[in-house]
């Protein structure tokens, strides 16, 4: 039964598209499963995560009108300041939804379930595509999710001003996945390039401090027995998460950016 299901979705899915990227040029030799598997929304798995998009809800409740900035996404959103993303729009609600661990189809999920037209930001930043690397998905259809995903929050919020962060590094010397990390940001950026209202976000190699993939076999071994701390101030310990002077940088790159 669940596999007739499967198929039947599938087939909706390769008959309809997936809104405008599917008729992408750029994600025309991706395979039509792939693309499916990434963009396809997935609701939380764990009651933890299910209460965390409760508490996203529950914020939303709270705001009203328009001219908020909001966050979502993975970790990196749940992590912004409260204060670094109410700089961007002074006076503005914060509207923060992130979950560590989300893959672009829990995005996907939440962006769906969330009633986001209860508000009408100024502007909105995504963050997603990092996890579906971790879970081995193809570049070509995490590059196409993260689209789907901007189309999604266009249609919620058609005046919003929306910045997509490029996937940033992560791991010992920030190498991990990083051939297929830097073509998930290129598909992006050729996909996004030209859109109103939107900007792609890419500080990537300075927020790594130019160290990518620099991994040599003495930091193997300190990573081994002691563990390796990033020689960059952007980067928590975990090579993971980003340190408040990352989002300074990112903020300010955004700042720069913000008249599309």
């Not at 130019?210 to 980067?235: I, K, R, T």
Request: aromatic share 10%; net charge negative; charged share 20%.
């Amino acid at each position: 039964m669940f596999r007739r299901l499967a198929f039947s979705a599938l087939a909706l899915f390769m008959a309809a598209g997936a809104a405008n990227s599917q008729e992408l040029p750029e994600f025309a030799e991706c395979s039509t499963v792939a693309k499916f598997i990434t963009s396809t929304p997935v609701p939380p798995t764990e009651f933890g995560l299910y209460r965390n998009y409760q508490r996203h809800v529950e914020q939303l409740e709270e705001l009203s009108g328009s001219g908020q900035v909001a966050a979502i996404g993975d970790s990196l959103a749940l992590r912004w300041p409260e204060e670094s993303l109410a700089s961007l729009v002074p006076g503005a609600q914060v509207f923060r939804a992130g979950m560590s661990g989300d893959r672009i189809q829990h995005v996907l999920w939440r962006i769906e379930n969330m009633e986001l037209g209860r508000i009408s930001p100024a502007m909105a930043i995504l963050s997603a595509g990092v996890n579906n690397l971790n879970t081995g998905d193809a570049a070509c259809a995490t590059a196409f999710a993260i689209v789907t995903a901007v189309e999604k929050v266009r249609a919620v919020w058609p005046e919003t001003r929306i910045f997509v962060l490029a996937v940033s590094g992560r791991g010992l010397m920030f190498a991990n996945n990083d051939e297929r990390r830097r073509e998930v940001n290129a598909l992006v950026a050729k996909a996004l390039t030209g859109r109103p209202g939107v900007a792609v976000i890419d500080r990537t190699e300075d927020l790594m401090c130019h160290q990518q993939g620099q991994l040599n076999w003495w930091q193997s071994v300190q990573d081994f027995y002691w563990g390796a701390e990033p020689a960059c101030e952007f980067y928590l310990d975990d090579w993971v998460h980003w340190t408040p002077a990352a989002y300074d940088l990112i903020v300010a790159e955004i700042k720069k950016s913000g008249q599309l």
